[in-house]
Every structure is written in structure tokens, then in C-alpha cells.
């Protein structure tokens, strides 16, 4: 499975922006997709998860009712649609894809296999 993320760019606070993570390599319907993102000096930390059918999210307390997971299983396609960005959401994004998960949603790095190569979102105050 290849991920390619893309939509990172520089914004001002309180703007906008969304994430594509395309996949190929196989179909991803049915798998655990997750975005986690890795601010300079921190670790890298969970942001939102959807279940393979898309019935099923999760996010950190920290981008709650900000930030939107969504996925279209018919174009490999997994979203996110950030609102109201903050300083503090600047960092490089991964998508990341669970093909042991089958049920649920988790928010725990290791539960990903495979990775994309980050977009990188900066935003200005």
C-alpha cells in the first residue's frame, strides 16, 4: 500500500485547510485510517481516525469541533478538513493505514502499518 498525502501549505490563524491522503496498492475499503501529525522537537501524536466503512471517528480533544475525518472508499481517498487553524496545529501531517484493524478506530501509533510521507502545515499568527 502506497499513501501519498497533499493540501499542507501555510495559512493564517483562523483559516482553512484540507488534507488528501490517496491510496493505492490495493483497495483500502474496510481498513482503519488515521491521521497523526509531528511538530518540530514533539512526537508524533494521534489527530483523527475513521473506520473502514466511515461510520466510526475519533479525535484528539485537542482539534474537536474543528477538524472533520471523512473518506470516499470508492476513490481511496481519506480526508481531513481543518477549520479555525492555531499555531499550535502547525506540524507534518501523515495519513496512516491499519490492516489489522478491521472493527473500530484507534488512536494508538502503532496500530498503523503504513505510512504516507507527510504534509507539512504551517500556520502564522
Known amino acids: 500500500v502506497q499513501l501519498q498525502a497533499s493540501g499542507g501549505g ?10 488528501s491522503c490517496a491510496a493505492s496498492g490495493r483497495s483500502f ?4 485510517m488515521g491521521w497523526f501529525r509531528q511538530a518540530p522537537g514533539k512526537e508524533r ?3 483523527a481516525t475513521i473506520s473502514g466503512s466511515g461510520t466510526t471517528t ?4 485537542s482539534v474537536k469541533g474543528r477538524f472533520t475525518i471523512s473518506r ?3 476513490k481511496n481517498a ?22 489489522a484493524l478491521r472493527v473500530g478506530v484507534s488512536s494508538v501509533v502503532q496500530v498503523y502499518d503504513y505510512w504516507g510521507q ?8
Open 10 to 19: 501555510l495559512v493564517q490563524a483562523g483559516d482553512s485547510l484540507r488534507l
Open 29 to 32: 475499503t474496510n481498513y482503519n
Open 45 to 47: 501524536e494521534f489527530v
Open 58 to 61: 475519533d479525535y484528539a480533544d
Open 72 to 74: 470516499d472508499n470508492a
Open 78 to 99: 481519506v480526508h481531513l478538513q481543518m477549520n479555525s487553524l492555531q499555531p499550535e496545529d502547525t506540524a507534518v501531517y501523515y495519513c496512516a493505514l491499519s490492516s
Open 118 to 125: 507527510g504534509t507539512l502545515v504551517t500556520v502564522s499568527s
